[in-house]
């Protein structure tokens, strides 16, 4: 009852944020940075913002936006279409089933839970690729994506919390 | 609501479900996926555009500031790498010069004329398994698969998939590249295969080949996917049979790339690019009888 009053309560741009958000992330991670090193490996931002919608607003991110997502940013990745659709889709079930664990829960347990997903976002990605490809992939640049995918997580979850206190009202 | 939370249920196993079936379309080439990737790419080329270029600007301002610090050094070893290169420019002359006798001595046919593009690159694949660009130039600016993309300094890799207005190139450092080569001097024939690390393998050496470290590595022309000569890389690594190779292009700075129609043909399978003029056809390997 509560999610559908607060739902009637966000007008429709409000509604639209977190997959909003979500698109860009997954556009932000193939846009270049002229860093050394950085662009080898780009962090994972569309998993961030999965992660953060799945616990703090799950009813506005549909796992059918999930997987449009997932399949624009193999397109734009020139990844197999659907790799990136699949293993979101999977993070975001195993959130879905435990975000009351996170809800209300102090930040560094939060992260804590992202570096967990993090890692095996990255595996069943490696497992994915290296089965399309037909062989075992170097486990490295993965492994290396995944850190830094944890590492920058505190910068997104900061500007996701911001987007939300400033378009939608709690939950 | 019940009818929702039903739908919901069902719809997650089948949208997984979906996309494992996409992956496994996607093995098979399917002619469907690849334009839409590409209308995809094209649909947001303005937008990619417009991120891209900030970003472009601020470390192009980064660059300046920290080349303003060692301006003094710079030109020094500007002038003398200036000296250098007078006398290669003089050498370089005369052997034009008698590189055309010689022909005109052979009746050695010429090359065909080659046209490029520069394009602005606007995006990059991030992930942990995939090694490529999309740039802002597609079929509408005569940019077909196959074609090859360099910069400055050598051999970036070649274009994978074409679309309107957007191509994809797949790098020299990408799983799935795999390059004809030679070492420069010894002339040892050798394939630079990508394994997503920035420095590919050089790969079915012969085994009395010898490699050392500095070697140059340049394309072979083989499989007329390439022609031969353009500049790689240098060896940086021999470890027992692994063979590393540094390229000469810096992948991850790269702003603006040149996609070069040599007018080859290769070994790419044709149905999913644009056609190219059929006069063209097969001069290429005419052109290149040495190899």
């Not at chain 2, 920035?198 to 790969?203: H, I, K």
Request: aromatic share 8%; proline share 5%; no cysteine.
């Amino acid at each position: 009852m509560a999610i559908a009053r607060a739902q009637r309560d966000d007008g429709i741009a409000a509604r639209l944020m977190p997959a909003v958000t979500t698109i860009l992330a997954a556009t932000l991670s193939v846009v270049p940075m002229r860093m050394p090193g950085f662009a080898v490996v780009t962090p994972a931002f569309a998993l961030m913002a999965v992660y953060h919608w799945t616990i703090y607003r799950p009813e506005l991110l549909a796992p059918l936006g999930v997987f449009v997502i997932g399949v624009y940013l193999d397109f734009l990745n020139g990844t197999p279409a659907g790799l990136s659709a699949l293993t979101l889709l999977l993070a975001q079930v195993l959130v879905m089933g435990r975000r009351r664990w996170f809800v209300n829960r102090s930040f560094p347990f939060v992260w804590l839970g992202f570096a967990g997903l993090a890692g095996l976002f990255m595996a069943m990605q490696w497992a994915v690729a290296g089965l399309f490809d037909l062989r075992m992939l170097d486990f490295r640049p993965f492994a290396f994506q995944g850190v830094l995918t944890v590492a920058i997580f505190p910068i997104a979850s900061w500007v996701l919390v911001r987007a939300q206190r400033a378009f939608l009202r709690a939950a | 609501m019940p009818v929702r939370a039903a739908a919901q249920r069902l719809g997650v196993p089948f949208l997984i479900l979906l996309s494992a079936l996409l992956i496994v379309l996607g093995k098979a080439d399917i002619l469907v996926v690849d334009r839409a990737r590409m209308a995809v790419a094209d649909a947001m080329l303005p937008v990619l555009d417009l991120v891209a270029r900030p970003i472009e600007t601020a470390t192009q301002m980064l660059q300046k500031l920290e080349a303003a610090g060692a301006l003094y050094q710079e030109n020094q070893r500007l002038r003398e790498e200036n000296a250098r290169l007078l006398q290669w420019q003089e050498v370089a002359r005369r052997m034009v010069t008698e590189n055309g006798q010689l022909r005109g001595l052979l009746k050695f046919p010429e090359d065909n004329p080659v046209t490029f593009v520069t394009a602005r690159v606007v995006a990059e694949s991030g992930g942990a398994f995939a090694r490529n660009l999309l740039v802002n130039a597609g079929a509408r600016d005569q940019v077909a698969r196959g074609q090859v993309a360099l910069a400055g300094e050598g051999l970036v890799g070649r274009v994978s998939e074409v679309g309107t207005r957007s191509a994809r190139v797949l790098l020299l450092t990408d799983l799935n590249s795999r390059i004809p080569v030679v070492i420069d001097g010894s002339r040892e024939r050798a394939v630079l295969a990508g394994d997503n690390s920035s420095r590919p393998q050089l790969t079915y050496l012969s085994s009395k080949a010898e490699v050392k470290i500095g070697d140059r590595i340049v394309t072979s022309g083989r499989g007329g996917l390439f022609p031969s000569d353009l500049p790689i890389g240098q060896v940086v690594s021999v470890e027992g049979s692994v063979v590393r190779v540094e390229l000469y292009v810096d992948l991850g700075r790269l702003d603006f790339i040149r996609i070069i129609d040599y007018g080859l043909d290769g070994v790419l399978p044709q149905s999913a690019m644009p056609q190219p003029k059929p006069a063209r056809q097969g001069k290429g390997a005419a052109a290149d009888p040495a190899r």
